[in-house]
């Protein structure tokens, strides 16, 4: 499989790594928000729900 695109890695305004998914769907951005503990309240995600 070849890259089409090459990003640098992105911390989060907490320090921690973005997770980026694709899917049929499109494509999701998760941070796992001040606490750093995923699927807590506090997660940001990108489109929401």
Do not use: F, N
């Not at 499989?1 to 999701?28: A, F, H, K």
């Amino acid at each position: 499989m070849r890259c089409l695109v090459t990003v640098p890695p992105s911390d989060d305004p907490w320090g921690g790594r973005y997770r980026v998914s694709c899917s049929s769907d499109g494509i999701v951005v998760v941070s796992p928000g001040r606490d750093q503990k995923p699927g807590t309240a506090d997660d940001v995600r990108v489109p929401r729900g």
